[in-house]
């Protein structure tokens, strides 16, 4: 079956939300999401240690949506489409983004998430620092560090979904668990 | 030359380069979309006092946050005292990481490690 963004998204609001958001993901949205969310992770009573390490994975997952997400296919919804939904449970924290992307670029993401995610803690690092001191931009600004950083911090997998919508385009889930 | 004098804004640090004291100071989130542009023309100061630095540099580098863009461009900042060193000046640099902050200290362990200047690592107390 195709993927329905609608579906998803209800699926994933379901439960322990404290932030949500799909649309444009313009420069004023980022900067916005990023206030608000600062603010409800304080409120809810979580360690500054904990909240920091969100707030940063949270910074990487926006400005990956703000860099990298295109239009929604066979809809009107600005050129660049995403959703980010923060949800926290008790202790736990989730960061759970999505957007777009072109079908034939799947492949090259995915195997680059994979790539990451058999490396142990120690390697990741490695990897860090190497693609840290390799001096190269991507011409969309993103140094490619963004998912190294995450697994870093995190120290767990990118748990990461691709789900087909047509021959043309995909849809890229990305799951972060703090 | 004319010094740089920066105020921060929630995803931009406060940046203060002194030329007349060798002061190299960013502090605060450095959290930009666009990381290159907030710190070209630092880097370029940088290239300009090198040709004429301070017998002794000192640089406090105090972040809050900062994302991956910037990582790379505060490395650019770093390469460029490096080279002050290497041309036989002082250089000290000052990494500041809140108490806790084992990523903050680690980032800067990194840091140092690519760079061939001693950092000092300086703990902070939570505010």
Known sequence: ?178 | MENISIKATPKTPTVDFIAESGKVEIKGRSIPENSIEFYKPLVDWLDSYAADPKEETEVNIQLEYFNTSSSKCILDVFKKLEAIHKDGHNVKINWYFEEDDEDMLEAGEDYQSIIKIPFKMIETEEE
């Not at chain 1, 777009?100 to 995610?117: G, S």
Request: proline share 1%; charged share 30%.
């Open chain 1, 1 to 178: 079956m195709n993927f329905d963004f609608d579906n998803w998204y209800s699926n994933i609001t379901k439960n322990d939300v404290v932030f949500s958001y799909n649309g444009e993901v313009t420069s004023e949205v980022v900067n916005k999401t990023l206030d608000e969310i600062e603010a409800l992770l304080l409120q809810n009573g979580l360690k500054k240690k904990k909240v920091k390490r969100a707030y940063n994975a949270i910074v990487e997952s926006l400005q990956n949506l703000y860099h990298h997400s295109i239009h929604e296919p066979n809809r009107e919804s600005g050129s660049k489409f995403g959703a980010f939904v923060l949800k926290v449970r008790n202790d736990d924290i989730e960061i759970i983004s999505g957007n777009y992307l072109i079908f034939n670029i799947v492949q090259v993401i995915k195997d680059r998430m994979d790539q990451i995610n058999i490396l142990d803690k120690q390697d990741v690092k490695a990897l860090y620092k190497k693609i840290l001191s390799n001096q190269e931009f991507s011409e969309k600004g993103g140094g490619g560090l963004g998912m190294v950083d995450i697994a870093k911090r995190t120290g767990s997998k990118l748990n990461y979904s691709f789900f087909e919508f047509d021959e043309k385009y995909s849809f890229f889930e990305l799951k972060v668990d703090i």
